[in-house]
């Protein structure tokens, strides 16, 4: 494949991407039987176009709901969420997902995989190799194209479901605690490894995750919340520099966010 081809494949996966999300008054209350869970209260957030943030909290204080909400997988009782202007109502290809669990199909190989979403809106054999291929470089994944994903790694599975949702070319990219059942090594690979395609890829990014760590290295911005219910306790902007390398982590900003983060969640946490 020509590079003319190659450039013309990443604008089929990247066409009128923009991805700011709005979120105002979003409310969410669930009903069990007689019984009643306030989930989420009053939630208004902002996310910029080819921002990167991170909603960090205990569990039980909601930021998984209000991921599922934005991703149309579950409905809210108050409130409106949108993308670009446009309300949401359900799933939508402007949004891909990653969640925790490995939901790759077992079946298909890993082009395969990163391949479904593109074929079933009837993109052609060759747009979708060409999209396979793009994704499979940049996620280190080329060699493993026609392995199954019971052979891979916790890790590479995760890339691949990365590179799955990224191949539909969608807007907003949403994760969520995607390496939350990772040991401590590959966590910390596969942190590098998101802000390197996110660095190529420039597309909007919401992340979730209960870890201090993870949110600082990862984000530029970070929204912490409560439980009983859930809403947001405060947003910090994150200073650090934009290579985001191991050494990092131990630069004064992040060491004092830290701090800040960790007090906060202590004193809040119910």
């Known amino acids: 494949m020509n590079e003319a081809t190659s450039e013309a494949m990443k604008e089929v996966t990247k066409t009128s991407a923009v991805g700011a999300i709005s979120i105002r008054g979003i409310g969410k209350t669930f009903k069990t039987g007689k019984t009643t869970f306030r989930a989420l209260e009053n939630i208004d957030l902002e996310v910029g176009a080819n921002e ?3 909603i960090l909290g205990p569990s039980g204080c909601g930021k998984s709901t209000l991921l599922r909400i934005v991703a149309g ?21 402007d949004r891909g997902m990653v969640f925790q669990g490995y939901t790759l199909f077992p079946w298909l190989t890993v082009r395969q995989n990163i391949e479904y979403g593109p074929k079933l809106k009837g993109v052609s054999i060759l747009e979708r190799r060409a999209i396979s291929n793009r994704y499979l470089r940049i996620t280190r994944l080329e060699e493993f194209a026609s392995r ?21 070319g969608p807007k907003v990219l ?12 590959t ?19 919401l992340f979730i995750t209960h870890d201090i760590d993870e949110a ?13 219910p859930g809403r947001i306790l405060k ?24 701090r800040e983060l960790a007090g906060l969640l202590r004193h809040k946490e119910l």
């Open 148 to 168: 199954f994903p019971k052979q891979l790694s916790g890790g590479m599975k995760q890339r691949v479901a990365i590179a799955r949702a990224l191949a539909n």
């Open 174 to 185: 949403l994760l969520d605690e995607p390496f939350g059942a990772l040991d401590a090594q």
């Open 187 to 205: 966590k910390l690979e596969m942190q590098e490894a998101l802000l390197d395609v996110w660095e190529k890829e420039k597309t909007t990014v």
């Open 216 to 228: 600082i290295f990862l984000s530029q911005r970070i929204v912490v919340m409560a439980a009983g």
């Open 52 to 54: 990167f943030v991170t």
């Open 235 to 258: 947003e910090f902007p994150v200073t650090l520099p934009a290579e985001r390398t191991p050494e990092v982590r131990e630069h004064p900003e992040f060491l004092k966010l830290r």
């Open 73 to 93: 997988l579950e409905e809210s009782n108050e409130g409106v969420a949108d993308v670009d202007g446009d309300t949401i109502v359900g799933p939508g290809a």
